[in-house]
């Protein structure tokens, strides 16, 4: 079975703080996916970054980055100086790989909200 | 670009009638899926379909039923909705594996649906 944690339902930060938005997850597979979506008040989900499990490099793109731990099952996003267009709901997910019919599984979301 | 387009934002309808609502992507892309998100529930796939007249059950498909007649387009039906159904319903598409350097889940803008 598969499964995807987000332990933080919400988070409030002050704008320009830094924040990072866990994920944990679980799987049998040895090779997979992993997602971030990110889901503005316009409701639509937007695609943030894919990683795969047999790439373990840390990404950073502008102010985002991803920490992939595959010895902990993690896959956390920091937002560095955070801004108030980055509140939304972010959510994390995971799909096997090599399986291209296979939908992916969510966490059900951190609401993150930026403060001005 | 691509576009995963929903036939409504909102939509507001009586306990007992039939509800269609219709999502159709311009990407010819093989997989697609029907979400319904919920506070503190996130994402739970209802149907999916890989093909033109083929079709998965999710995790919740009880009282919906789907249709893909045609490649781009993939109905949700409620055949006599519930007040328990009100939630926000999300459309999704994505291609075979491997058809994509990002290989991921493009989301329609959500139906906002109420069933009074």
């Known amino acids: 079975a598969q499964k995807v944690t987000q332990a933080q339902t919400e988070i409030s930060v002050v704008e320009k703080e830094d924040v990072t938005l866990d994920c944990v997850y679980e799987t049998r597979d040895t090779t997979y996916y992993l997602f971030w979506y990110k889901q503005p008040p316009s409701g639509e989900l937007v695609f943030l970054i894919r990683r795969n499990s047999f790439d373990e490099q840390n990404e950073i793109s502008g102010r985002y980055s991803w920490n992939f731990q595959k010895s902990t099952s993690s896959f956390n996003f920091t937002i560095t100086a955070s801004q108030v267009v980055d509140s939304a709901v972010y959510f994390c997910a995971l799909r096997p790989w090599n399986s291209g019919n296979t939908p992916l599984v969510f966490g059900k979301g951190t609401r993150l909200s930026v403060i001005a | 670009d691509v576009k995963v387009t929903q036939s409504s934002r909102y939509l507001v309808k009586r306990t007992g009638e039939k509800v269609f609502l219709e999502c159709v992507q311009d990407?010819?892309?093989?997989?697609m899926f029907w979400y319904r998100q919920d506070p503190g529930l996130g994402l739970r796939l209802i149907y999916f379909?890989?093909?033109?007249?083929?079709?998965e059950k999710g995790d919740i498909p009880e009282g919906y039923s789907v249709s893909r007649e045609k490649k781009e387009r993939f109905s949700l039906i409620l055949e006599s909705a519930s007040t328990n159904q009100t939630s926000m319903y999300l459309c999704?598409?994505?291609?075979?594996?491997?058809?994509?350097?990002?290989?991921?889940?493009?989301f329609g803008p959500g139906t906002r649906l109420t069933v009074l």
């Open positions: 999704a598409s994505s291609p075979l594996e491997n058809r994509d350097p990002q290989d991921t889940q493009y």
């Open positions: 990407m010819d892309h093989e997989n």
């Open positions: 379909s890989y093909d033109v007249k083929m079709k």
